[in-house]
T-cell receptor, first 110, second 116 residues
Framework: EDQVTQSPEALRLQEGESSSLNCSYTVSGLRGLFWYRQDPGKGPEFLFTLYSAGEEKEKERLKATLTKKESFLHITAPKPEDSATYLCAVRHFGNEKLTFGTGTRLTIIP | EAGVAQSPRYKIIEKRQSVAFWCNPISGHATLYWYQQILGQGPKLLIQFQNNGVVDDSQLPKDRFSAERLKGVDSTLKIQPAKLEDSAVYLC??????????????FGPGTRLLVL
């Protein structure tokens, strides 16, 4: 069974203070690792898909990286509007289902 | 392009009552998913449709939950009778069903259910 563990559960940063969120996963035959952002009272918003170890993707202040066991979401010089819960999910070959972690709640303090 | 639409946005019911949620996926998306998200947890898949056929309903509590996707477009999820532990956000997502970059699942805003 696919498993996803995210850490830390919550993270408070000062505006401009860079950091990383971790997503550790166990899956037989990875067919995509997904990062979503979820604001309070809203549905998850798609950020990135990573397919193979060594792959990296960037969007504004966010950069996602992937190894064979984990993914990192690096946030550089964050702003208060980056405050949200960041969810990681995996999918394995032969199944469309996403298995999600419990998320990291990120708060950026002005 | 319009996103995934869901209604109602909020619902409060008493236990043992029934409730139904509606979802309209992104136009042209063949695959539709219903997820349950309990407070503080990640979404968990309840059921997946490909067009109007069920692909995966292994985690759907079939004694009380049912879902349908008539004509392969809109979908409804029903709970009857509701229990306290059904209090959660019910998220609908859709994807084009093709491989590669089109595999992305796009989520609606969710329906927040509170069972008293």
């Amino acid at each position: 069974e696919d498993q996803v563990t995210q850490s830390p559960e919550a993270l408070r940063l000062q505006e401009g203070e860079s950091s990383s969120l971790n997503c550790s996963y166990t899956v037989s035959g990875l067919r995509g690792l997904f990062w979503y952002r979820q604001d309070p009272g809203k549905g998850p918003e798609f950020l990135f898909t990573l397919y193979s170890a060594g792959e990296e993707k960037e969007k504004e202040r966010l950069k996602a990286t992937l190894t064979k066991k984990e993914s990192f979401l690096h946030i550089t010089a964050p702003k208060p509007e980056d405050s949200a819960t960041y969810l990681c999910a995996v999918r394995h070959f032969g199944n469309e289902k996403l298995t999600f972690g419990t998320g990291t709640r990120l708060t950026i303090i002005p | 392009e319009a996103g995934v639409a869901q209604s109602p946005r909020y619902k409060i019911i008493e236990k043992r009552q029934s409730v139904a949620f509606w979802c309209n996926p992104i136009s042209g998306h063949a695959t539709l998913y219903w997820y349950q998200q309990i407070l503080g947890q990640g979404p968990k898949l309840l059921i997946q449709f490909q067009n109007n056929g069920v692909v995966d309903d292994s985690q759907l509590p079939k004694d009380r939950f049912s879902a349908e996707r008539l004509k392969g477009v809109d979908s409804t999820l029903k709970i009857q009778p509701a229990k306290l532990e059904d209090s959660a956000v019910y998220l609908c997502a859709s994807s084009s069903g093709a491989s590669g970059s089109q595999e992305t699942q796009y989520f609606g805003p969710g329906t927040r259910l509170l069972v008293l």
